[in-house]
């Protein structure tokens, strides 16, 4: 996706930054490919770097046309934030936005790749949007397990809708070994990953490998 790495350092850690280098390499010719994705990122909180970074990593973007980014907060302070920061690090302009007090679209184009990123004020642990209903490429999290660890019905959902040789990327493992087993996700590249790109130091990056 070529994202502005000056501006990147700018939001991370230096040993993030680094991560992020060392995770740039080990997927260097391990891509995930699709031309139409959708990605669900709960409890993103005013976060709009991380996940662009990772699909900055991971996607094979010769294939890739559109990719719907699912946000959800409790909170809604991450609309004030999303259209300044997507401005900055894409270092793309006309940039569409609507923009208000509790939900955000913004929508831009990144080497023939129609991004559109929706953020939904919602408590997901109550109710999941009914976007996510007919699946998801890609859940993403970081920093949420606190908050969603006690949440079975969560956890299955997620490790359901997940789309078949879909990707599931989390900062804490996201759950039980015998569980990402049972819902046929295996790891994606390398057992152990540079960790620091996370709040828990634990990343782990599975494939749903059935559905
Ligand atoms: C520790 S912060 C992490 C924010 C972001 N992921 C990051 O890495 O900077 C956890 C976020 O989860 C949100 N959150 C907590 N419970 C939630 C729920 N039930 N539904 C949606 N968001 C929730 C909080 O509002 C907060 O923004």
Not at 22 to 41: A, C, P, R
Not at 96 to 102: A, G, N
Not at 180 to 206: C, Q
Request: charged share 25%; glycine share 4%.
């Amino acid at each position: 996706m070529a994202l502005n790495l000056e501006e990147i350092k700018k939001y991370l850690y230096p040993e993030e930054f680094n991560s992020y280098l060392s995770l740039m390499k080990i997927f260097e010719n391990n891509k995930y490919s699709k031309s139409n994705i959708t990605l669900f990122y709960p409890g993103c909180g005013a976060d709009v770097v991380n996940p662009l970074l990772f699909l900055d990593i991971l996607l094979d973007w010769k294939n890739t046309r559109a990719i719907t980014l699912i946000y959800a907060d409790t909170s809604s302070i991450a609309p004030m934030f999303i259209g300044e920061t997507v401005d900055k690090i894409t270092g793309v302009k006309n940039v569409v936005k609507f923009i208000s007090e509790d939900e955000a679209h913004i929508s831009f184009t990144i080497n023939n790749c129609r991004i559109t990123l929706v953020y939904i004020l919602a408590d997901v642990l109550q109710k999941l949007p009914q976007i996510l209903d007919k699946g998801f490429d890609i859940y993403f999290e970081r920093a949420f397990e606190i908050f969603r660890a006690d949440e079975a019905m969560f956890i299955r959902y997620v490790l359901e809708h997940v789309n078949k040789n879909g990707l599931l990327i989390s900062d804490c493992g996201f759950c039980r070994q015998d569980m990402l087993k049972k819902y046929g996700f295996v790891d994606f590249g390398p057992k152990k990953l540079p960790s620091e790109l996370g709040l828990y130091n634990t990343l782990k990056i599975y494939k749903k490998e059935k559905d």
